[in-house]
């Protein structure tokens, strides 16, 4: 069974989307911060196009990152453990192939 | 002659030079304190994502208005008069004819 194929078990969603919103929540305030900081340092028009191209980038990346699909949540966690939102034992609960698998993929 | 045909003196372009910078200076500062409280009041991610849409409206129109060329400079002070970024007695020093040209465009 290849690993887009795997299923998830109800326990397994369960324990995936609190882990999945855990992720997004700490992103999402990290950004606010950021955002707040960069936007008081504000002092010419540069400043502001460069918030702006920061925005692009985080918006485009935060959209492609934060897909909710069982046939890539193992690439998806693998990407948010090894970018420091989600820590690998958050993940407790899911089958121990896909956490081995996540936990490998992470460190690539 | 038409207006986007005439041409300026030495003063004028002085005059047009410093009132041009001056509006650009305004227009720079109200969105630079603008961008500042709206990011203050940023929550949530939504709220982020309409800072950068109004960020990539605002750069939009900025880059497009401030086109320092003199076959479109009347239209481009009509524009910063009618927006309220100039004063037309900020213009003093200019052809009378370009001034009403330029508060008559100001005004449609």
Avoid: P
């Avoid at 194929?5 to 995936?16: H, P």
């Avoid at 193992?74 to 453990?81: D, H, K, R, S, Y």
Wanted: with cysteine.
């Amino acid at each position: 069974m290849k690993v887009n194929e795997v299923s998830w078990s109800d326990l397994e969603q369960e324990v995936a989307q609190t882990a999945f919103q855990k992720a997004y929540e700490r992103e999402v305030n990290a950004l606010i911060n950021e955002v707040r900081d960069n936007a008081n340092k504000v002092c010419k028009l540069e400043d502001i196009w460069s918030l702006h191209n920061y925005l692009s980038a985080r918006r485009h990346e935060i959209d492609g990152k934060y897909d909710y699909n069982y046939s890539v949540l193992v690439f998806v966690f693998a990407t948010l453990v090894k970018q420091g939102w989600l820590h690998l034992d958050e993940l407790n609960g899911l089958d121990k192939e896909k956490i081995a698998k996540i936990g490998s993929l992470s460190r690539m």
